[in-house]
């Protein structure tokens, strides 16, 4: 399938310092693409390029064949956008936000519907001023979509939503996909990217540091599956002796790594014949979050989140 | 340019517009107060005569009789010849409680059968700005009608006697009123849009409200002119109520013609643009207020709208000239007031020049998007 966005040795200078360092990735059509990173790795600046909004320093761009700076007026009647803190006018009602982006796209949006996908029904006629971060994010949502666009620009667009609301907008974007719309994705919620994208970047002082599928980059940068005993020292002393596996034991806990899952079937038979005392196990694997962690470092309060912490 | 998309804009700034009670108070209540207020002070004044102080040099030329009579046939300066000299003229004006007086040099009817200019000196005490405002305006006025008659400058001219026949200077007596209306509407041409425009153009930048619509096919263009429309709009009621106001309760004579329909339409063309530009021009909405004030605020006053550039000293008319303002309100007093049908066509061509100059640059240099 052909690629939807095409970036090739894309670079953003402010002064002498690269806001984004010659980065290349690609995206497919149809697919949904997640761009993850810390506070100031270069995620907006990249996405504001790829929108048109931004000029770029250096490089290559193209979106659905057009470059976003200078064809841009074509380009935006076929993307669809939701700028990072989305403003809008104070006094007009989303309803008619909708009826104004479709008298400016010339398309025949339907109100009612449009805020119904983005559950945001029940304010149709509430002025913009009155409505919540999380509403006005929605209204953001539909507004993009006003023009029936083949690419979707998010850029966090769940920010600051509680779960249930964050939940309707994960279904707006399972729904695009399914209708074969390309989605462009910037998250802090590493959890929502491994459940939405089917390409995942992870960018880093400007730089792409890693790139593939979530289980791509959980398999490359991220620790095996290991199975976890309530142990102590010894029965890992036991197990490197008998398996030759390299078990380790920190805080009453032996974790031992698996080459796959049929190890764990071993390692449980030895423990259970050595006759040392332990208790419970499972298996870990680590999540898209660890990876995140491990690779750009734990970040500053508010700048990594997730469901669970919300 | 499509309509239907400056359509559409243009329904969001009016529904805006009519949601925000303060915008609302100040474009409709604010001319009535203003109105109100000025009707108020100055036609307590001009019911009674402002008492003005006269010496003639001139001997009582013809000319200078006939000139002085106008003055009096206006009812609206009670004329008290003085014998004071030439050299303590202001001092024993001050001293004897006039607020206002006029000398009328020698020569001064042959200088005007000559076609030679003449300087009729003017005395005003500015503690009394009401009085002698009023006189001001009425000399102004006489003498108008007098320069009127001796620029046709050719035999079928009348003789001058005839000159303090009311037609000769228009169709009425003019009070102050009738000066003061068509300088408020000029007032509201400018604040109004200027003010405003300045504050949005500066707040969607900041808000990213103008990022937003770069994502749209709405044009810079296209989002101007719907706010053109409206503060022309805008216009045209705020000039009703000023008009209404002024002739119902103030008994202001205003002549109502197509001819002032172009500046109600330019002028407001020509500050929302300049607003734009103002407001493009500065970085933040605290520098951008400040830029809109300069601009603002010396067109308030200077542009003739509360009192005749004409009465202005000499070294203050040319700064009045270069301000744009002062061709919407001049324009606006040649086709109430003079029906000078010449000048206000000049006055159009101006304001239609620095419009069109004003909302290209505008365009040109308003950024939706960040260039950086």
Redesign the interface.
Known sequence: MANAVEVQGLAKR?GGLYAVDHIDFSVQAGTVYAFLGPNGAGKTTTT?IL?????RSDGTVRVLGLDPWTE??AL??R?G?I?Q????????TPK?AI???G????TRPDPAALLEQVDLGDKANS?YDTLSGGQKQKLGLALSLTNNPEICFLDEPTTGLDPQARRSIWEVIRRLRREGRTVFLTTHYLEEAELLADQVSIIHHGKIIAAGTPAEIIKSHGQPERLVFQAGPPLADYLRRTLGVSATSHDGRVEVPLESSRDAVRVLASADSSGLPWDGFSTQQDTLEDVFVRLVGPMDDGALKTEEVR | MKPARILADLKIVIRSYLRNPVALFFSLIFPIILIGLFGAIFSASGSSAAPLAVENFDHNSPTSVAFLAALNNTSLVQITMVGYPASSFAADLGSNGFSAGLIIPTGFQSAFLNHTSVNLTLFANPTSAAVAGQAEYVITGVANGFNLRAACGSQTCAPVIRIPAPENIGSQVYTYIDYLIPGLIGFSILTSPMFSMVDIASSYRKEGIFRALSLTPLTKSEWLLSRIIWYVALTFVTAGIMIGVGAGLFHAHVELNAGLLPFLVLGPFLFVSLGMLAGTVAKTPESAALIGNIITFPMMFLSGTFFAVSAFPAYLQPVAKVLPLYYVIDGMDQVMLFSNTTRALFDVAVITTLAAIIFALAVRFFQWRDVE
């Open positions: 402010y504001e929108e048109g909004l931004r000029k841009g007026y935006h009647l993307v956008v700028p803190d989305f403003r809008f006018f104070e006094k007009i008619e009826e104004y982006y008298s400016l796209f010339a002025r």
